[in-house]
């Protein structure tokens, strides 16, 4: 299972992710759990230690191995290899904790024309290594990724088994979810799902149904003080036990695509 998560800032894409990562995990299955968010702290709410919190390290971070995959260090020209070998990255920079390995990709930059920065390039070709060449019958791939999904790529889009957005009461985060799901089906992934985050009230969830239309709803998350307060403060959210339990029964929906 391929599963890229989205959403507005603060709308709980990052709660999510780290949720599914463990109901995976406790199922058994080997994850790899991904922060492609710029801004991201998914180890966090993980509740990885913080030993092992310092030993993340962003791929993005690492200039001296860019220049050496990409070539550039060599190429006084500018010029840099675009299909460089990142095979090796998952084992040099993941980092093990409780059945999820935790890699963190680090900035992809963005640009009217398209950024081709050694770095940009890199990142790339890593997503689309994760995305392409693991076993999808052992293994479940979830990416934290911010609200914009260009830098996937056609090539990549089509290996992501579900697209989830997260979407929070209110028509910012409702607009958000088109968005994305607009861009999504642009460059090709065929599953877009919401799942509503933060309710408090069944009326909410009905006004985000309907404003939704058209989008199918894998599952709600109801308000939750603590998960909010462990969200502001970066800790980890897996110890709530509601929120697993939400969680499980988003992930039977997925299973059922």
Do not use: W
């Not at 406790?26 to 180890?43: H, K, S």
């Not at 992809?108 to 890593?126: P, Q, R, W, Y």
């Not at 293994?139 to 088994?161: F, N």
């Not at 065929?190 to 149904?209: D, G, S, W």
Request: glycine share 8%; net charge negative; hydrophobic share 40%.
């Amino acid at each position: 299972m391929r599963i890229a998560v989205s959403g507005k800032g603060g709308a709980g894409k990052t709660t999510l992710s780290a949720a599914l990562s463990r109901c995976y995990a406790v199922d058994g299955m080997r994850v790899l759990a991904v922060d492609a968010d710029p801004d991201g702290n998914l180890a966090s709410a993980l509740d990885f230690p913080q030993e092992l919190l310092d030993k993340i390290i962003p791929i993005s971070g690492m200039k001296r191995m860019i220049e050496e995959k990409t070539g550039r260090e060599k190429d006084v020209s500018g010029f840099f290899r675009l299909n460089p070998d990142v095979s090796d990255l998952l084992d040099r920079f993941g980092v093990m904790f409780n059945n999820i390995c935790f890699l963190s990709m680090g900035t992809i930059e963005k640009g009217a024309g398209g950024c081709m920065c050694s770095a940009n390039v890199l990142l790339k070709n890593l997503m689309q290594h994760l995305l392409l060449d693991k076993d999808k019958n052992k293994d479940v791939l979830i990416m934290d990724m911010d609200a914009g999904i260009e830098h996937m790529g056609r090539a990549t889009a089509s290996c992501v088994d579900a697209f989830i957005v997260v979407v929070e009461p209110g028509q910012r985060s409702v607009q958000t979810a088109k968005s994305v799901e607009k861009l999504a089906r642009d460059i090709g992934v065929k599953n877009t799902f919401v799942v509503c985050n933060k309710i408090r009230f069944p009326n909410e969830y009905e006004i985000l149904a309907s404003s939704l239309h058209g989008l199918k709803i894998l599952g709600s998350i109801p308000y939750n003080n603590y998960l909010i307060e462990a969200d502001l403060m970066g800790k980890g959210v897996l110890d709530n036990q509601k929120l697993i339990e939400e969680t499980m029964r988003i992930k039977e929906e997925l299973e059922k695509i």
